[in-house]
């Protein structure tokens, strides 16, 4: 049994639903409020990671049969639908749930994804949780997107799209990350915000696991503390300044059988359910990220809602408060696809995605070498490997060979799309910043080979191969594993070779990978172990665009569209 009481079913928007109204799930008619009773509106999003263009995006409706793909999102049109909806409530609230930056396209992620910062203030977000993207380059880089200025460890990127750079005008949130030195959250951990005359305190955390992804450099002195405990606490200080009704915004997820426009899903698997139950019971809506998953679920009575990744699709939410006690009655969502076209433009969005491709296009469309094929395709086969992920780590260990690398290993966060080709399977700057965006640069290190199997089992370590995926390696490098096996054994003791040879405990191997792994991170603490370090000061993209450049430059373009067997994976009888 639910611990809330009942909702207050008559007071929620009418939802009808059909395969007509499937780029719009469910048509939402707001009813007539009683005196005392108000609706707060609601928009939300997550996960944007700097898609200011509008992308492909597989729609599976729960209103209709079968998937289809779609081209959706796009500042312009996100701009379109909060320009149409705040016609019916000027006072909506739009509010996110982390990785609004980081693995950003390159038209983004050129400009050290300063655009991006600049088009959510423009649709008007008011605040958003940090999530574990917004650390990709550090705290100090952090703080300089929240507030503005030129200092930047991203110098070669900072203020080059506008000079100064303002900071954004949205509030970042984290409750639960802390200053190690002060004792106090790196920035707010919450926001207070007002519409239709209620008082809405909106609470910002991120997965505790952040440090497994972000460079350990970048947040050094930074305590990531347990986020239902950070969130609870700060209720009690927003009672004392009037608020009853509380959303909490957390870059925390999990994953479903439900379609993401199913209302009242069930099965809500994943982190974010431990961190629902453990919520104060004042706590009745929770807007969620990090697992690129749309849904609408309840859990012991809470709404807990996604809206999938990359601006494809937002989220409306209702609120329905009681002025008098203070307090939230019922909570309603639907999802919205954001489909081009569906509402009228907005022209200061429009103008402005127009200003960014301006300013992006001649040094994203300059050319950079042939491939062997049209596509590389980033999505891991059942062993765990992928084509891009052979491409990019035989580009790696090509830029390591001076120092002596042997063996690359990359992992699978940092290939973030398909490599994609032009006319004539030419790729250009862009289509290469898409695939490999992060620019990290190449660390090379001793590692004996008892390490090395130390380093692949930790690719299973806490059932993390599920979402992280596994280690790609580079080429003349290859072992086999089995799923039946317990962890920490799971690699076939005499199947790791290098060249055909046997991988030697006690041997010393000259292994490169790019500074985020040599940090630790993804959970992989083998590699903090490596010594003689080099540091290369060479850029992932640099080693891949001199990779491609040469082998067309010898005549045998790169890239396969098919794994090549470094990884297998022993079938289950």
């Known amino acids: 049994m639910s611990k809330f009481p009942l909702p207050a079913r008559a007071l929620r928007p009418v939802l009808t639903c059909g395969a007509a109204l499937v780029l719009s799930s469910c ?32 729609l599976d409706s729960a209103y209709a049969s079968g998937e289809r793909t779609v081209i959706a999102g796009g500042i312009d049109t996100l701009g379109a639908a909060l320009q149409a909806w705040r016609k019916q409530d000027p006072e909506l609230l739009l509010v996110g749930a982390g990785d609004l930056i980081g693995a950003s396209p390159a038209i ?52 080059k799209f506008e000079n100064p750079y303002g900071g954004a005008q949205f509030q970042y949130l984290a409750a639960n990350v802390i200053d190690m030195v002060t004792k106090k959250p790196l920035l707010p951990a919450y926001k207070i915000e007002q519409a239709h005359g209620v008082k809405i305190g909106f609470i910002g955390a991120v997965l505790r696991e952040a440090t497994e992804k972000a460079p350990a450099s970048g947040i050094a002195g930074l305590d990531f503390a347990d986020e239902a405990d ?5 209720l009690p200080e927003l009672r004392k300044q009037g608020v009853g009704v509380f959303v909490v915004l957390i870059h925390q997820g999990g994953r479903t059988v439900d379609k ?32 690129h998953r749309g849904y609408l679920c309840r859990v012991d009575g809470r709404l ?14 209702r609120l329905t408060v009681d002025t008098a006690s203070n307090t939230l009655r019922d909570v309603s969502a639907k999802q919205e696809v954001m489909i081009p076209g569906t509402w009228p433009a907005n022209p200061a969005l429009d103008a402005y995605l127009k200003k960014v491709r ?9 050319p950079v070498a042939a491939l062997a094929v049209p596509s590389v395709p980033r999505e891991k086969q059942d062993d765990g490997e992928s084509a891009l992920g052979d491409l990019v780590t035989d580009a790696t260990l090509a830029a390591g060979r001076p120092y002596g690398a042997q063996i690359a290993f990359v992992n699978n966060g940092s290939l973030r799309h398909d490599l994609d080709t032009s006319a004539g399977n030419r790729v250009n700057v862009g289509q290469l910043l898409a695939a490999l965006p992060y620019t990290n640069s190449l660390v090379v290190m001793n590692l004996r080979g008892s390490q090395i199997r130390e380093l692949l089992e930790q690719q299973w370590s806490g059932g993390r191969d599920i979402t992280r995926g596994l280690l790609q390696v580079s080429d003349g490098f290859s072992y086999a594993w089995d799923p039946r096996r317990g962890e920490g054994g799971k690699v076939l003791p005499d199947s790791l070779k290098l060249n055909g040879l046997p991988i030697e405990n006690g041997t010393v191997y000259r292994v490169v990978v790019n500074n985020f792994l040599a940090e630790g991170g993804d959970a992989f603490p083998a590699f ?4 003689n370090r080099a540091e290369t000061n060479i850029r992932d993209i640099d080693a891949l665009t001199d990779y491609l450049t040469q082998r067309e430059q010898y005549g045998k373009p790169a890239g396969r569209s098919e794994t090549q067997g470094r990884i297998k994976r022993l079938q289950q009888p």
């Not at 009242?264 to 453990?278: A, N, T």
């Open 358 to 366: 301006d300013r992006s296009a001649s040094a994203l469309a300059r």
């Open 108 to 159: 983004s992620s050129m400009w050290a994804d300063e655009p991006t910062i600049g088009a959510m203030d423009l649709l008007g977000l008011r605040a958003s949780s940090v999530g574990n993207h917004e650390f990709d380059a550090g705290r100090v880089e952090l703080l300089r997107q929240q507030q503005g200025g030129c200092k930047s460890p991203r110098a070669d990127k900072a203020c």
């Open 27 to 58: 048509a939402w008619f707001k009813p007539a409020l009683p005196p005392g009773v108000a609706q707060v509106e609601l928009v939300t999003l997550n996960d944007f990671h700097g898609n200011i263009e509008a992308s492909k995006y597989v």
């Open 260 to 291: 993401f426009d199913q209302q009242e899903c069930s099965h809500l698997k994943g982190p974010i359910v431990d961190v629902v139950k453990r919520l104060d019971p004042a706590i009745r809506l929770v807007i969620s990220g990090h697992s």
């Open 528 to 531: 903090t172990l490596g010594g």
């Open 230 to 234: 950070a969130i609870n606490r700060q």
């Open 304 to 317: 807990v809602t996604q809206s999938d990744m990359g601006g494809h699709v937002m989220s409306r939410i």
